[in-house]
């Protein structure tokens, strides 16, 4: 059962006669109604319902899901007398359960464990069985649940470091957590704090190697942006200069040689920067940008063929790229290939129908072909509303594919895409 079908199955009572539960330091409170969990399927409670263990039962489904009832406290000091272990013994059935991937009874466990008995170690229990769950998710193609699991490892991470202070074990697993996910700065700030508060030993050499790469990443970075914004500035001198220096530590990833052939290209020395655009393919990356400043390249260099067939590779790889939709309606209507040249056109003015560069293209379209271009009928391009713009990729900026001027008095040339 989940949280809401746990709760919505209790039931009160009041304290049954002859029932003594007392220790040195419990007593029972006959003003206190005491939660009767319901068996599996029935909808309301019976005598032979009753018992001490269903009364535990339900007990430890409000201490899990319901840290903050007024009774809480009373609850965990009864079960705590009824069998001291029971800490114990939950934890090491939710870890059964979440082997069997029973991840729902894996919580309430954990849950309950956490709530009874707060520890590091239970902290930790809990945020690494929703970090399975984020896992299954993923698995399962469910990125919402993937997303909301990942959440609830890092919010009880959190809440253990509120209940525990600067406890090493769990600002380790936080600084994963936030390394596996990809907030580097936040990785780096938690592990600062860790190598404050752990002692040595082998496992603060793991995490001093994990600070370590941290760091040459941030630092790599800072390069890449660096090269990124110099390229935005023009100072193509700079940017190379900042991207060499990045593949020079970093020789087997693809975004230095990007950077660089972006930047090579700029300024006008196409041929290497065709060699760093490669690269990049060979090391397996492949991108509507990569083929994109390809085709720059090679229609600077002449090969006007090639070009068009780096630009459809980019219009397969991202349909929604208005650069590329309205560079390929601009080639084939150069080359008279009025067909191939509609229907990019079409694809271009779909995507931002007011551009001024989408204007210009319709208006020389007409002019070739004495066709007058309708209003937009959206049903004619299938378009995937749900895609996110691509943030991660560097985007091409604003360049000239030709010097030639269009009949249209335009000079055609790449929108820019931050």
């Known amino acids: 059962m989940n949280k809401e079908e746990s709760l919505r199955s209790i039931r009160y009572i ?20 005491l939660p009767v969990q319901l068996a599996a399927g029935e909808t309301r409670l019976t005598p032979e319902g009753i018992s001490l263990e269903s009364i535990v039962s339900g007990m430890l489904t409000i201490i899990a899901y319901d840290e903050n009832h007024k009774d809480a406290s009373y609850f965990k000091d009864f079960v705590l007398t009824v069998d001291p272990m029971l800490p114990d013994k939950l934890n090491k059935a939710a870890i059964a359960k979440e082997e069997q991937k029973d991840y729902e009874f894996a919580e309430e466990l954990f849950l309950a464990v956490y709530h009874l008995m707060p520890q590091s170690a239970s902290c930790i229990n809990l945020a690494t069985l929703y970090s399975a769950m984020a896992v299954d998710a993923r698995d399962k193609g469910d ?23 600067e406890n090493a074990d769990i600002l380790a697993e936080i600084a994963s957590y936030e390394a596996f996910t990809g907030n580097l700065e936040e990785a780096k700030d938690y592990l600062d704090r860790y190598m404050a ?15 370590s790469r941290i760091e040459v990443q941030l630092e790599n970075d800072e390069e890449i942006k660096e090269a990124y914004d110099f390229i935005m500035l ?23 040689y990007f950077l660089r ?30 083929y994109n400043e390809l085709s720059i390249a090679e229609l600077e260099v002449g090969d006007r ?20 939709a309205s560079n390929l309606s601009y080639l084939y209507l150069q080359d008279d290939e009025l067909d191939e040249a509609r229907e990019y056109l079409e694809k271009a003015r779909y995507l931002s129908g007011n551009d001024e560069i989408v204007r210009n293209l319709i208006a020389e379209y007409e002019k070739k072909t004495g066709e007058k271009i309708g209003e937009l009928i ?8 749900s895609k996110d713009d691509d943030d991660d990729a560097y985007q091409a900026e604003i360049a000239e594919i030709e010097k030639d001027d269009c009949s249209c008095g335009c000079e055609h040339h790449h929108h820019e895409e931050e």
Not at 147 to 155: F, Q, V
Not at 262 to 288: H, Q, V
Not at 378 to 385: A, Q, S, Y
């Open 261 to 290: 052939g972006w930047a090579l290209r700029k300024a006008g020395k196409f041929e290497e920067a065709r060699k760093d655009l490669m690269k990049c393919l060979e090391l397996g990356e492949s991108s509507a940008d990569i």
């Open 378 to 385: 959206h049903e004619e391009i299938v378009h995937d509303d």
């Open 305 to 324: 063929t090639l070009a068009k067939t780096y630009l459809e590779t980019a219009a397969d790889l991202d349909p929604d790229n208005l650069t590329v």
């Open 197 to 211: 508060a752990a002692e040595e030993g082998e496992k603060k050499q793991e995490m001093k190697k994990l600070l």
């Open 14 to 33: 009041k304290v049954p006669k002859g029932m003594r539960i007392e220790s040195d330091i419990f007593r029972l409170d006959q003003n206190i109604m």
């Open 234 to 256: 023009d100072d193509t001198e700079k940017a190379i200069a900042a991207a060499d220096r990045f593949i020079e530590r970093n020789p087997k990833v693809w975004n230095g």
């Open 143 to 165: 990125e919402e649940k993937e997303d909301e699991y990942l959440l609830s490892a890092k919010r009880t991470l959190k809440d253990g470091l509120r209940r525990f202070g």
